[in-house]
């Protein structure tokens, strides 16, 4: 299934969005707000179709937009053992809220993963040749990778979605948990391994603007290009504590210390650039919304 761009709606633009008390649908509240864009939260529970089909009745959106779903806390690793609920908010619940938005003529813009794949003979680490929007997805080692892998296959028949495959996603809140330099910052230790990544202060309004765009089908919802863990922690140091250090151990050593292995990978962000020729690569969106802005150590003459 192909984009496909339909021009603006008629109608003002009326937000429903699920996962309220998620991290991204937080932000995405915040966004219409600052943007003075109408906007709900959803009440309903995703694998309970009654209670989506009374949302959509009650808020009459013009576009649906879905962040809510399982990633586990800590981490993905609790997905290995609570199978069932990882199932029914990945896969049931994304299925009927796709099912219910497309009985209703309504496009719904899905917040997936890009963690579904892993370098391969075909995409070799450094190689700078990624994963494509056609791709099907190679990784499964992760239960959580795995619905989300099922998922989007069976999503490419819904041609009202527009799945956006979102990587270590990373914002300027840099006291945020859930934030990927917040994350390897607290990490004891970290592989060093490049990887594409999303930085939310760029890329969430953009997915605002393809919602306004009408656009459906598969993207990679990345910066362009790679950066490894060392890469960030030395622009870390570098803008925001000079004293700070970190120790390097390999995938072997890590498979110690988690359940899932995880997933490495790079994407090509082709699709997205040239529908939205601003966006920038992943080292300078991180130095415009992230490092600059949170700046404390000073600027080198």
């Known amino acids: 299934m192909g984009s496909q761009s339909n021009g603006s709606s008629a109608k003002p633009l009326k937000f429903l969005i699920y996962g309220k008390t998620g991290w991204i649908g937080g932000l995405l509240g915040k966004l219409c707000q600052s943007q003075g864009i109408d906007y709900s939260y959803g009440s309903g529970r995703l694998e309970s179709r009654d209670t989506l089909i009374a949302d959509v009745n009650t808020v009459n959106p013009t576009h649906v937009f879905n962040a809510a779903g399982v990633t586990g806390r800590p981490n993905v690793d609790w997905c290995e053992s609570h199978k069932v609920e990882t199932i029914r908010a990945n896969v049931v619940g994304t299925l009927t809220l796709a099912d219910v938005c497309r009985e209703k003529g309504l496009i719904l813009i899905n917040y997936a993963t890009g963690c579904i794949f892993e370098y391969d003979s075909k995409h070799p680490l450094g190689s700078g040749i990624g994963f494509k929007e056609e791709d099907s997805a190679n990784f499964v080692g992760s239960f959580y990778s795995k619905t989300k892998a099922m998922v989007e296959e069976l999503l490419k028949n819904y041609e009202n979605v527009c799945t956006l495959r979102v990587r270590m996603p990373i914002t300027s809140d840099l006291t945020n948990p859930r934030n990927f330099i917040t994350k390897i910052t607290r990490y004891e230790k970290v592989v060093d391994i490049p990887n594409s990544m999303t930085v939310l202060d760029e890329l969430l309004p953009i997915s605002i603007e393809m919602a306004k765009r009408n656009l459906t089908g598969i993207y990679n919802f990345t910066n362009p290009g790679c950066i490894s863990h060392n890469q960030i922690l030395e622009m870390y140091r570098d803008y925001i504590d000079p004293k700070f ?20 990978n790079e994407l090509d962000a082709t699709k997205l650039k040239t529908e939205f020729p601003e966006l920038l690569s992943i080292k300078d969106s991180l130095i415009k919304y992230v490092f600059e802005p949170n700046r404390k150590t000073p600027v080198k003459a």
């Open 245 to 264: 250090t970190w120790k390097n151990f390999n995938l072997e050593e890590q498979a110690k210390v988690i359940i899932a292995p995880r997933s490495n």
